[in-house]
């Protein structure tokens, strides 16, 4: 990670959310993600912390994304085109598993990864990230049915943790299954633009679980 890169995470800076698709991601792994940083940026106003935080949504051929439960969603740009974004985010899904072996897929994700400030998955996207080579050495989390599975893929350099929300081991970043990403992407609202900010985004949203049946 640059100098450069470095000191974009200040306050009031500029930073792109890159969100990497793909057919068969799960819908909540990057729309409740997406719904934190639009609102963080949305609860900023004009010349609030976070008001030149962006979301770019992107895949590999730029075509309609069809999620794991059937959500079809545009993209705004490909491969080929993507904007340069400060904080990747892979979400998990079935999708992932084919994903895995897209030597395009791992290599864009090796090439972006590179000069990113925050690298981030939710769910099995720990998993791409894995594939890719980005989890080597460190501590990352997944959704509890997969904690096992990837304990066997992945190598003994890197540490897979369970029974937690999130995981931040240096710029990386992943949540458990599904809902997690939100929790993981409040708390990157407070790293960048302090906790208060991201209390006011957790609150503009009503975002206060209180399941039924617990």
Not at 75 to 104: C, H, W, Y
Request: aromatic share 8%; proline share 5%.
């Amino acid at each position: 990670m640059s100098e450069a890169n470095q000191n974009r995470s200040k306050p009031n800076a500029e930073l792109t959310v890159g969100m990497v698709l793909f057919d068969g991601a799960e819908e909540l792994d990057w729309v409740g993600p997406f719904e934190v940083f639009t609102m963080a940026k949305e609860a900023s106003g004009e010349s609030g912390p976070a008001y030149g935080l962006s979301v770019v949504l992107m895949n590999q051929d730029g075509a309609v994304v069809k999620g794991a439960k059937g959500l079809r969603s545009e993209v705004d740009a490909s491969f080929a085109n993507a904007p340069d974004f400060d904080i990747l985010l892979i979400p998990g899904g079935v999708g992932t598993r084919r994903e895995m072996k897209n030597e395009q897929m791992l290599e864009f994700l090796r090439k972006k990864a590179m000069d990113c400030l925050w690298v981030t998955s939710v769910c099995t996207g720990s998993g791409l990230l894995h594939a890719a080579g980005l989890t080597k050495g460190k501590q990352i989390t997944t959704h509890w049915g997969y904690v096992s599975t990837l304990r066997k893929d992945a190598s003994d350099e890197t540490e897979i943790l369970e029974n937690v929300r999130y995981v931040r081991d240096g710029n990386l970043l992943t949540a458990a299954g599904v809902s997690a990403g939100i929790d993981m992407a409040l708390w990157l609202v407070g790293e960048l633009y302090g906790p208060p900010h991201a209390r006011l985004t957790q609150k503009v949203m009503e975002y206060d679980p209180a399941p039924p049946y617990t």
